[in-house]
């Protein structure tokens, strides 16, 4: 149960095609993201007044909760297909982890990308500055680690490890930015390896654990265990892939997004490279160049990308992700989580069509 103080919002936020039909169909996670309503707000405590404010201004603001939903959702992998009893206990406890070390990396990223705003209201860095946001962020992740002891250490090196790759992700992305960076910051060729290999790190890494966590704890075999992992990667992958396309080709009153956003911090997407690869001394590399554009720059990018078949390819591309994903799910035979988890990965597909 939630009280008025936990907001009921963030958890409905999450997309209705697999939510609203769960409950229906025997598989029951509503009261699992309740509980991980409750314990993010446990857990996001402190004694120090200003701390604790920080702490809880995006957890306040609200959010889909999909990763608690991936860890809730791989909970039914198991032998007996419920996740009840003590594991279902450690489902929740997982699912406040993934959630808080998603959190924290919101008030990093808006750090890096100098954002203004988050979820709608001021983000941490503009309300207050980079040095609280940052250090919120941090306390967030010390949360994370603290309850993760509490499951053992399997679970506290699982997420050690997809720290360092949400960290490695993050780092790669920045280096192949084509926004001014220091001169002792290394560049990277923004190629398309170059790119997957970074959303691979900030994205997809962290739904990969979500449903490794899920199914790790219900008491999957290893191999289930690294099947279910591929599966959530594959779907990072394609709902990374599918923001890129909502970033030039989405209408900001229907999507809440403002469209070139990555244009404009000098991030080279999907639908962008493969745009360059079709014309890479045209317009296009002509107003991207080097640094960051203007909004008259990025307004005419968008213009020529919305005209490319640049766009159809990064969907065809995340189509492929989808397809892995699914592919990954047969060794768990024709049962309703199947199902749901396949309509969720077409889900990742739908949002860009």
């Given at each position: 149960?939630?009280?008025?103080?936990?907001?009921?919002?963030a958890?409905l936020?999450?997309?209705e095609?697999?939510?609203?039909?769960?409950e229906?169909?025997g598989?029951?996670?509503t009261?699992?993201?309740?509980?991980?309503?409750?314990?993010?707000?446990?857990?996001v405590?402190s004694?120090?007044?200003f701390?604790?404010e920080?702490?809880?201004?995006?957890l306040?603001?609200g959010?889909k909760?999909f990763?608690?939903?991936?860890?809730?959702?791989?909970?039914?992998l198991?032998p007996?297909?419920?996740?009840?009893?003590v594991?279902r206990?450690e489902l929740?406890?997982a699912?406040v982890i993934?959630?808080?070390?998603h959190?924290?990396?919101l008030?990093?990223d808006?750090?890096?990308?100098?954002?203004?705003?988050?979820r709608?209201?001021?983000?941490?860095?503009?309300?207050?500055?980079?040095?609280v946001?940052?250090?919120?962020?941090?306390?967030?992740f010390?949360?994370?680690?603290a309850?993760?002891?509490d499951?053992?250490?399997e679970v506290?090196r699982i997420?050690?490890?997809?720290l360092?790759?949400l960290?490695?992700?993050?780092?790669r992305?920045?280096?192949g930015s084509?926004s001014a960076?220091?001169?002792e910051v290394?560049?990277i060729?923004?190629?398309?390896?170059?790119?997957?290999?970074?959303?691979s790190?900030?994205?997809?890494s962290?739904?990969a654990?979500?449903?490794?966590y899920?199914?790790?704890?219900?008491?999957?075999?290893?191999?289930?265990v690294?099947?279910?992992?591929?599966?959530g990667?594959?779907?990072?992958?394609?709902?990374?892939?599918s923001?890129d396309?909502?970033?030039?080709d989405?209408?900001q009153a229907?999507?809440?997004?403002?469209?070139?956003?990555?244009l404009k911090?000098?991030?080279?997407?999907?639908?962008v490279?493969y745009?360059?690869?079709?014309d890479?001394?045209?317009?296009l590399?002509?107003l991207?160049?080097?640094?960051a554009p203007?909004?008259?720059?990025v307004?005419?990018?968008?213009?020529?990308?919305?005209g490319?078949?640049?766009i159809?390819?990064?969907r065809?591309?995340?189509?492929?992700?989808?397809?892995?994903?699914?592919?990954?799910l047969?060794?768990?035979g024709?049962r309703?989580?199947?199902?749901?988890?396949t309509r969720?990965?077409?889900?990742?597909l739908?949002?860009a069509g």
């Open positions: 149960m939630t009280t008025s103080s936990e907001p009921r919002g958890r936020a999450i997309p095609p697999v939510l609203g039909q769960l229906s169909h598989l029951p996670v009261d699992t993201l309740d509980r991980v309503e409750v314990g993010l707000h446990a857990q405590r004694s120090h007044a701390v604790d920080a702490a809880r201004y995006l306040a603001a959010g909760r990763r608690p939903l991936m860890v809730a959702l791989a909970g039914h198991g007996d297909g419920q996740a009840g009893g594991q206990s929740v406890d699912g993934v959630e808080l070390v959190l924290a990396t008030y990093h808006d750090v890096i990308d100098e954002a203004a705003a988050r709608g209201a001021p983000s941490a860095n503009h309300r207050w500055d980079n040095t946001a940052i250090l919120t962020g941090d306390y967030l010390s949360c994370a680690s309850l993760s002891a499951l053992g250490v506290t997420m050690a490890r997809t360092a790759a960290c490695e992700g993050q780092i992305e920045v280096q084509m960076l220091l001169p290394p560049t060729e923004p190629t398309l390896e170059h790119y997957l290999e970074a959303i790190g900030k994205t997809a962290l739904i654990t979500s449903c490794r899920g199914a790790l704890l219900s008491g999957v075999d290893e191999d289930g690294e099947a279910a992992a591929r599966y990667w594959n779907v990072g992958m394609a709902f990374q892939l923001d396309v909502l970033d030039i989405s209408d229907t999507s809440g997004k403002t469209p070139g956003t990555d911090e000098g991030v080279r997407t999907l639908p490279l745009a360059l690869e079709d890479a001394d045209g317009e590399a002509g991207l160049g080097d640094g203007s909004d008259e720059q307004a005419r990018a968008i213009e020529l990308l919305r490319s078949d640049a159809d390819r990064a065809d591309t995340a189509g492929t992700y989808v397809t892995a994903a699914v592919s990954e047969e060794r768990f024709d309703r989580i199947v199902t749901a988890l969720l990965a077409e889900y990742a739908h949002r």
